[in-house]
């Protein structure tokens, strides 16, 4: 399986259901899923260039691909679709960052 970045909100030591980063996070380690951790700045997020190159927006977290894409949505939509098993559908075939409810 492919290795992906997980760029995420430096807090890594809150670790609630209810934190969204944390929530993608172990949705992949659950998942055996090998990930490269990406700290993203906090504030101002005008500095998070990874995040916005990846997806044109600024909110964390986001998956990044080794082709050099992107994936965000609502963080309970994508630990869903790790757990489903489902989170490299559909990549290499559009080459274009994919944003999905943000």
Known sequence: MAKVK????????????????WEVQKALEEQGIEFE????????????????RLTGQQLVPVIEFADGTGYRA???????RIRAGRLFEGRGETGVSETIGS
Not at 10 to 21: I, L, M, N, Q, R
Not at 37 to 52: A, F, G, H, N
């Open 6 to 21: 997980l760029h995420r909100c430096p807090v890594t030591w809150y670790k609630a259901e209810s934190h969204g980063c």
């Open 37 to 52: 951790l990406v700290k993203s700045p906090v504030l101002p997020r005008s500095r998070r260039k990874d995040v916005i």
């Open 74 to 80: 609502e963080s309970s939509e994508m630990a869903a």
